[in-house]
């Protein structure tokens, strides 16, 4: 019976390791601050960025939500960012995602300075992280599954890592990162076009499956021992619950965790750690914020 | 027997095509031209250099070399770097590496404009390819990786791509867009944490190897039908070469050839290639001069 990976108690503790270094910080006269930006009335997005704005509060940041109107142009919204970039009590920008249809989100991405690019979105960014700069903000969804198998103490060098799932918010990143000189995987990154997908998450030491999809890994796609890390977030019907639906991942879940040495759940594995990796970041771009950290890419 | 992948024909296809393109963007006023600074007197560099000014040149573009004192003190050079920055006649810019130990080569190679960094090794251009963004200058020998497979009608949808060697100028971005839509391989990367690099290799309907080592892959690592694409460059002495030496690949021709689909020689395989995706890049640069680009991360 598999290891289950908390990823809430991990954030709990990594939670009470960042309000320390908080304090040191505050105690300096720096108080880390993040800004959220959310152009318009979605109930989820507020939810998120209310959920954003708390989390920082609880470790001893400054949290401050922007709501911008959902007819806001695209000339508002940069001079909002505008501001925000030359804020120096702002520590890290965030624009929560999706934005209505009229604005270029690629666009206003790259107007966000990248040193407060917390969400680690912006092209300067995914360059450093590419390279393996440690200045880079690193997306928060593959930050926070590094952080579980360093705490978890499960070891990637030479093992073989299938990720299922191309996305240039978790997978990307990711197999960049595992592949990288400490982490020293060898990556197989897989998608919808890969022909025998059962061929490849057979032969993984540590299987990633990203791609939202209830059930897509069964029990007899896996091999024994496996360590398995679910970042599907699916909601299926479920009359029991107030909400009327509970939250899956991607894999069958109980049947796998019979097979494998350890298995994140969902809820309660990966999701946890997004939030926790965006404190992170934020503490990281206030405490370089002190030492200029000599980025290209300032925004014109 | 495999095809021979006739690296030096591509290119010579390929310069025809670029030099009419050249010629239009001549017409309407505007001469491509691409700037090599090279620091100090390596004969190789010096060869190199000589090259790609040579190749732009028989293309009806420009091209200029600044040849810097080997003891050039950094902000001499960013002198120079601003200058060619400025200067509307230079649409590309190229730092010919390595540089001598006391100048920062990554604090250099982000100097540059990443508008006129036809080598890719700026971070914006790391996170634009990364993510897909045609505006991205790809490092010239992934690039030129993709054109070879592209005009040899090599399918790369769903096939088992395997990389060996994880280079940040060549296995890393080619992984990056070898899985990206449109080509649509599943990637495997590996290198010398990989145990057991065989049970890989054997997988490989495409096999790509950039390591530097002779004989690294025998033919008993492949399976019948591969497709190999061989970025080794390594000095063999052989006293009846006029030189005293030869170049060989990483993987060993002679037997593979006798299994493979189709194989890159070496020399005239993937060497070629690389001056030619640097001329497209200047032009591509010469072009996207004419219209903003528009993108992040301009010089401070």
Same mark, same amino acid.
Not at 33 to 45: I, K, M, R, T, W
Not at 74 to 99: C, M, T
Not at 218 to 236: C, E, F, L, S, Y
């Given at each position: 019976?598999?290891?289950?990976?908390?990823?809430?108690?991990?954030?709990?503790?990594?939670?009470?390791?960042?309000?320390?270094?908080?304090?040191?910080?505050?105690?300096?006269?720096?108080?880390?601050?993040? /800004?959220?930006?959310?152009?318009?009335?979605?109930?989820?997005? &507020?939810?998120?960025?209310? =959920?954003?704005?708390?989390?920082?509060?609880?470790?001893?940041?400054?949290? &401050?939500?922007?709501?911008?109107?959902?007819?806001? =142009?695209?000339?508002?919204?940069?001079?909002?960012?505008?501001?925000?970039?030359?804020?120096?009590?702002?520590?890290?920008?965030?624009? &929560?995602?999706?934005?209505?249809?009229?604005?270029?989100?690629?666009?206003?991405?790259?107007?966000?300075?990248?040193?407060?690019?917390?969400?680690?979105?912006?092209?300067?960014?995914?360059?450093?992280?590419?390279?393996?700069?440690?200045?880079?903000?690193?997306?928060?969804? *593959?930050?926070?599954?590094?952080?579980?198998?360093?705490?978890?103490?499960?070891?990637?060098?030479?093992?073989?890592?299938?990720?299922?799932?191309?996305?240039?918010?978790? /997978?990307?990143?990711?197999?960049?990162?595992?592949?990288?000189?400490?982490?020293?995987?060898?990556?197989?990154?897989?998608?919808?076009?890969? /022909?025998?997908?059962?061929?490849?998450?057979?032969?993984?030491?540590?299987?990633?499956?990203?791609?939202?999809?209830?059930?897509?890994?069964?029990?007899?796609?896996?091999?024994?021992?496996?360590?398995?890390?679910?970042?599907?977030?699916?909601?299926?019907?479920?009359?029991?619950?107030?909400?009327?639906?509970?939250?899956?991942?991607?894999?069958?879940?109980?049947?796998?965790?019979?097979?494998?040495?350890?298995?994140?759940?969902? *809820?309660?594995?990966?999701?946890?750690?997004?939030?926790?990796?965006?404190?992170?970041?934020?503490?990281?771009?206030?405490? &370089?914020?002190?030492?200029?950290?000599?980025?290209?890419?300032?925004?014109?």
């Amino acid at each position: 019976m598999a290891r289950i990976i908390d990823g809430t108690e991990i954030s709990r503790v990594m939670r009470e390791e960042l309000a320390k270094q908080v304090a040191e910080l505050r105690d300096s006269g720096v108080t880390p601050g993040l /800004s959220v930006v959310l152009v318009g009335n979605n109930p989820a997005s &507020q939810a998120y960025v209310a =959920s954003k704005t708390r989390a920082c509060e609880a470790l001893g940041m400054k949290g &401050q939500t922007l709501n911008l109107p959902e007819d806001v =142009s695209k000339e508002e919204l940069f001079a909002v960012i505008d501001r925000l970039n030359a804020d120096p009590a702002v520590h890290g920008i965030l624009v &929560q995602l999706p934005l209505p249809a009229h604005l270029p989100y690629k666009a206003v991405l790259e107007h966000l300075h990248p040193d407060k690019d917390v969400d680690g979105f912006h092209p300067v960014n995914a360059g450093l992280a590419f390279v393996g700069d440690p200045r880079a903000f690193v997306p928060c969804t *593959p930050a926070g599954i590094m952080e579980m198998l360093r705490r978890e103490s499960i070891p990637t060098r030479g093992k073989h890592v299938v990720i299922v799932g191309r996305s240039l918010i978790v /997978s990307k990143p990711l197999a960049s990162l595992l592949m990288a000189p400490g982490p020293d995987a060898t990556v197989t990154l897989t998608h919808r076009h890969t /022909s025998d997908l059962a061929s490849y998450t057979r032969q993984a030491d540590i299987l990633i499956v990203a791609v939202g999809k209830q059930n897509l890994i069964t029990a007899d796609m896996v091999k024994p021992g496996v360590v398995v890390i679910d970042v599907g977030q699916n909601r299926v019907p479920d009359e029991s619950s107030p909400r009327g639906y509970r939250m899956v991942g991607d894999v069958d879940f109980d049947a796998i965790r019979l097979k494998a040495e350890a298995i994140t759940p969902v *809820p309660g594995g990966v999701g946890p750690m997004t939030i926790t990796m965006l404190l992170a970041n934020t503490l990281q771009a206030a405490r &370089q914020a002190r030492q200029a950290r000599d980025l290209p890419g300032s925004p014109r």
